[in-house]
């Protein structure tokens, strides 16, 4: 049988796989016990899953793989960030990100290749966009993260925390970024709380109330500017989706998840973001909102066209945004060293459709992905 026609496992949540063993005449249960093995134990030889009837061991060698991204390359920060790039096809490979920080671990994963979106100030938007990847994808790098820091449930838990802020946005890849989540919610997987897990959009408006209805995580925007002039150029999905009709969305997602706070995210661009006038414009904005803001130094890189702001006009801008009661915290700049840091991850991607071309696809993709 050729590779391609095997049935990847981690393609598969809880419910997806339970649906693969019923369709072959295997007992729904069978799910939870394969998940255990992969994810928790990190098994992916069909013959040491001791508690598997032989028959079904012969059934999954023959038809089954279990097979994530492959690690090509892995560096390591001063600061203790690693970065690996993880071969997802024969032209295309991705990046994922650790983050340690005393007893928090966050591993920051990608949910495309490339990126469709073109903000401004993003490298991974230089890039290009070339594909979703697959649910087996998204899955597979934190099981490779996991197995390359050496996570076992003996040896402890080093990934704390997920966060879906690397290469892509992830609402416009709903139905494989869904059910990765949800194995990293599983117990019997990853077993991490809604609050450790957070995916973060440049404001895909659907696609949020969508994961409200479906899979309600933490969640995180990139708003980066308070009026949708700027906002425009920055984040150009704003055009479809400008901010009165962002914030909107961001109030029916609290709505319904009344604990839920969303973090903010704002890239700090010297003198194109960061005035006083725009520390009162964003307190306003985010008014009746439970929210908390992350302020990111911007991370450059060639020709960018943007400088960070100084350290000063981010003081300033976080401190009058704390007076004002919201929580507001600068991101510190982690993995800078080997350009793991927010915006650097650029991967190898085999673009199919260049800057410019993507803005009228993006947004006819966006609304056919969410309906
Ligand atoms: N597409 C999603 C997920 C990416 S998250 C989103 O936009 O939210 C990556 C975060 O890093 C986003 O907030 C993004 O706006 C920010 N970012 C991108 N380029 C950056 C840069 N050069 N410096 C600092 N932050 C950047």
Redesign the pocket.
């Known amino acids: 049988m050729s590779q391609t026609a095997l049935t990847n496992l981690l393609d598969f949540d809880v419910a997806g796989l339970t649906g693969y063993f019923e369709s072959i005449g295997e007992r729904g249960f069978r799910a939870t016990q394969i998940i255990k093995w992969v994810h928790q134990l990190g098994i992916v030889d069909f013959d040491a899953m001791t508690n598997l009837s032989r028959a079904l061991r012969e059934h999954l060698k023959e038809h089954c793989e279990i097979r994530p991204p492959a690690i090509i390359a892995e560096q390591l920060s001063n600061d203790g960030t690693r970065k690996w790039l993880m071969r997802v096809d024969n032209g295309n490979s991705i990046e994922t990100v650790f983050i340690p920080e005393g007893e928090r671990g966050t591993l ?1 994963v990608s ?2 290749v490339g ?1 469709p ?1 073109d ?1 401004a ?5 230089r890039q290009g966009f070339s594909r979703n990847l697959t649910t087996a994808e998204i899955i597979g790098q934190v099981w490779q993260a996991a197995r390359a820091l050496g996570q076992t449930p003996k040896l402890g838990r080093h990934i704390t925390n997920v ?10 890849n709903f139905d494989a970024v869904v059910p990765a989540m949800r194995l990293m919610l599983d117990d019997n997987a990853y077993n991490l709380s809604r609050k450790r897990v957070t ?5 895909v408006v659907p696609g949020i109330d969508k994961l409200a209805a479906h899979c309600p995580v933490s969640l ?5 500017a308070t009026n949708d002039e700027l906002r425009d150029k920055l ?1 150009p999905i704003n055009r479809s989706f400008p901010l009165v009709e962002l914030l909107a969305a961001c109030k029916r997602y609290v709505a319904n998840n009344p604990h839920a706070e969303i973090t903010f ?4 661009l010297k003198d194109v973001n960061d005035s006083v006038g725009e520390a009162r414009a964003l307190i306003r904005l985010l008014q009746g909102l439970p929210a908390k803001v ?1 302020l ?6 060639a020709g ?1 066209g ?1 400088e ?1 702001s100084s350290d000063e006009a981010i003081n300033v801008f976080r401190d009058r945004l704390s007076r004002s009661g919201i929580v507001t915290v600068t ?1 510190k ?1 982690r993995g800078d060293d080997i350009a793991a ?5 650029v991967g190898e991607v085999q673009a199919r459709a260049r800057r410019h071309q993507r803005q009228t696809a993006t947004t006819a993709a966006a609304t056919e992905e969410i309906s």
Request: glycine letters at 8%; proline letters at 6%.
């Open positions: 920051c949910s495309q990126c979106l903000c100030f993003c490298a991974t938007a966060v879906m802020m690397g290469m892509g946005e992830p609402l416009l995916l973060s959009t440049a404001g995180a925007i990139s708003l980066h984040v995210e704002y890239v700090m992350n990111i130094p911007f991370n450059p890189f960018a943007f960070r991101r700049t840091a927010c915006g650097q991850l």
